[in-house]
């Protein structure tokens, strides 16, 4: 659907997050409320877009995707603070890491 409204829109390549009917984007403070408002009435506990944004991140580094990989696809500049923010989940991969190697039969 973002694909066709960009295409009927002429957004190009932009990065319209949630574009509306119209094709304008969603302004960030606008979704923030509505995902605030709307998860506490549902999950009785508010939950912000950074909030989202870091469990997306923290699935991608447990299923092993590579953390320069999830850096890009975060925008930082360098994968040295996706791994200084993500540190407790890189290490519960370097322990399962660890675990595979130390169960692995060389003969």
Do not use: F, P, W
């Given at each position: 659907?973002?694909?066709?409204q960009r295409i009927l829109f002429g957004h190009g390549k932009?990065?319209?997050f949630l574009p509306r009917n119209d094709g304008t984007p969603t302004?960030?403070?606008a979704y923030e409320k509505f995902?605030?408002?709307t998860s506490e009435k549902v999950l009785d506990r508010k939950i912000s877009a950074h909030a989202?944004?870091?469990?997306?991140?923290?699935?991608l580094a447990a299923q092993?995707?590579?953390?320069?990989t999830i850096s890009r696809r975060l925008g930082h500049e360098d994968s040295?603070?996706?791994?200084?923010?993500?540190?407790?989940?890189?290490?519960q991969l370097r322990e399962k890491d660890n675990a595979a190697i130390a169960g692995a039969k060389i003969i």
């Open positions: 659907m973002q694909k066709k932009s990065n319209v302004r960030y403070d995902l605030r408002e989202l944004r870091h469990t997306h991140a923290s699935i092993g995707i590579n953390i320069e040295k603070i996706t791994k200084a923010i993500y540190l407790h989940v890189t290490k």
